[in-house]
């Protein structure tokens, strides 16, 4: 078992920053790749980026990139996701999840999800 909890959100102007984290404790967080989705209300979830175990290699959604950044600390167990130049259909609820697959951008391929932290930009 891998428990997530994230950390991070809150509610920022069209422009601004956040930084989220994603901290895991229980089996080896190394050994585990991560992502990060958001749900917006009446969407569907979607995939914002991936890391794989070591952090080495990172992945984006298209709408993203440029601007969100993720990284990950194994030795403080913890997963970043920073978001520069937000903009307002970026507000969603934010949630990491974690795989001992390799990363992917489907859902269903993790096998573990945290409950998530709110983002709101203002316009």
């Known amino acids: 078992q891998v428990q997530l909890v994230e950390s991070g959100g809150g509610l920022v102007q069209a422009g601004g920053s956040l930084r989220l984290s994603c901290a895991a404790s229980?089996?080896?967080?190394?050994?585990?790749?991560i992502g990060w989705f958001r749900q917006a209300p009446g969407k569907e979830r979607e995939f914002v980026a991936g890391t794989n175990w070591s952090g080495f290699n990172t992945y984006y959604g298209d709408y993203v990139k440029g601007r969100f950044t993720i990284s990950r600390d194994n030795a403080k167990n913890t997963v970043y996701l920073q978001m520069n130049n937000l903009k307002p259909e970026d507000t969603a609820l934010y949630s990491c999840?974690?795989?001992?697959?390799?990363?992917?951008?489907?859902?269903?391929?993790?096998?573990?999800w945290g409950r998530g932290t709110q983002v709101t930009v203002s316009s």
């Open positions: 229980g089996r080896t967080f190394s050994n585990y790749a």
């Open positions: 999840a974690a795989t001992r697959v390799a990363w992917t951008t489907t859902p269903t391929g993790y096998d573990y």
